[in-house]
Nanobody
Framework: QVQFVESGGGLAQPGGSLRLSCVAS????????MRWFRQVPGKEREMVAS????????DYADSVNRRFIITRDNSVNTVYLQMNNLKPEDPAVYYC???????WGRGTQVIVSS
């Protein structure tokens, strides 16, 4: 059974940082590209970052490029999202997944407020 457990969200000030983690199970993690998504209530879920199986290739949405960094540790089936210079448009529930076809975890909420 494919599962994703996200954590690390919370309250940060504008310009601050948070580090999200996602532990995956139920599939061969090291053989799967991983992605972080976010969703604001009333809006569609959007992909913000992706990372290749080896971690050597990454891609980012324009809105988070140069601020967020996606990494992974295949030894512990975990993908991370380092979020720097948080902006007022970043609050959302953040999810990880391999793509759009697997079940979703509960996500972790990010709030940006002074």
């Amino acid at each position: 059974q494919v599962q994703f457990v996200e954590s690390g969200g919370g309250l940060a000030q504008p310009g601050g940082s948070l580090r999200l983690s996602c532990v995956a199970s139920g599939f061969t993690f090291s053989q799967s590209q991983m992605r972080w998504f976010r969703q604001v209530p009333g809006k569609e879920r959007e992909m913000v970052a992706s990372i290749s199986r080896t971690g050597l290739g990454t891609d980012y949405a324009d809105s988070v490029n140069r601020r967020f960094i996606i990494t992974r540790d295949n030894s512990v089936n975990t993908v991370y999202l380092q979020m720097n210079n948080l902006k007022p448009e970043d609050p959302a529930v953040y999810y990880c997944n391999t793509g759009w076809d697997n079940p979703w975890g509960r996500g972790t909420q990010v709030i940006v407020s002074s």
